[in-house]
């Protein structure tokens, strides 16, 4: 992941242009049929090639659009947004039904009345929170488009809420079943921690140098806590070659599992991550009161280069292109996402298995 350059005024506030694009066409001409699993879509030789063995295979690759997401990844996420607005269409549809009214009644009603008034104090307010990354642009040049950008934040959790009511009195069963994706064991003893039967394995492929890595692991400590032997939780490693000190810290950890402190070891590291210099990472296993000989020989002799590339191999067959990457019941997310990620998915995996 890389940082995003920014504009001096948020992309949220700004007015979305139209884009219009005109072409040539020939108005008479007859759309073509969409192809049907069975026909073939090539020849060599004597041999043919469906589309159902066409798609078979391409839904394995990756699509660089995406990052790390396999094609598969990338249909089941937008249908899963399709439905998402499919169904809560449904929602207000049968409410507004059911009482009676119009659908606009239903959004004025249960919407727009609950959307709270914005006041000067709430646009200050705002402004003064963001004035660092405003770049000096006066509040006045901005009121309108802060006031756009606050009412449509508001109206966004109004209908949040309101869908969220609807839901909880409606039978609702999504039954599309995201891909899954299974990961090669760990050659060594893997570093993970809960119960080897919680309904919620999370693998997490990491990098001690990684800042995105350092920015996430708040975060999962967070989710660990929250759903505490519901999750089985590992860490597995994926140094990146642009990070130097990564693959030594990540074989000196494994050298502090096998005195049994990867996860102290672990925390450490997280802890100071610009001190993983060779002398960093013994003095941090003195620091443990770790067995400095064993620690050390281990380190030297590079004891786990193999298991680290085993790792990195089983990360790169699953797509995992960048740190972090979290497989959830075989689900990827990737990035240092905000709880609110972790939890949907959690959630949604716990909502499966009691069904």
Known sequence: MSAMRTSPVPSALLAAAALLVTGCSAGSAQQSRNPAPTDVIATVGSASVTLAQLDEQALQLPVSNFGSIKLSQALYEARRVALEEIVNDLLVEQEAKARGVTRAAIEELEIGSKVPPLSEEDVAAWYRTNQARLQGVPLDQLRPQIQ??????????????????LRDKTAVQVL?????????????????KGPASAPIEIVEF???E?????????TVQQV????????????????????PHARPAAEASQCAAEQGQFWPYHDLLFADPSRLTDADLKARAVQLGL??????????TRKFKDDVDADVRAADAVGVDGTPA?????????????????KRLIDEELANKTR
């Open 148 to 165: 756009t950008f606050l009412m449509q934040e508001r109206t966004r959790t109004a209908r949040q809420q309101s869908l969220g009511q």
């Open 176 to 192: 599309l079943d995201p891909p899954r994706l299974t990961v090669a064991a760990a050659t060594y003893a893997a570093s993970s």
């Open 206 to 208: 990491s990098d001690f």
């Open 210 to 218: 990684c800042p995105f890595c350092l920015r996430a692991h708040p």
């Open 224 to 243: 660990l806590a929250s759903y505490g032997d519901k999750i089985r939780f590992t860490y597995r490693h994926y140094p990146l070659s642009n990070h």
């Open 291 to 300: 067995n400095a000989a064993q620690f050390n020989a281990c380190v030297d």
């Open 326 to 342: 979290f497989l959830i019941n075989g689900r990827m997310l990737s990035g240092a996402q905000p709880i609110e990620a972790f």
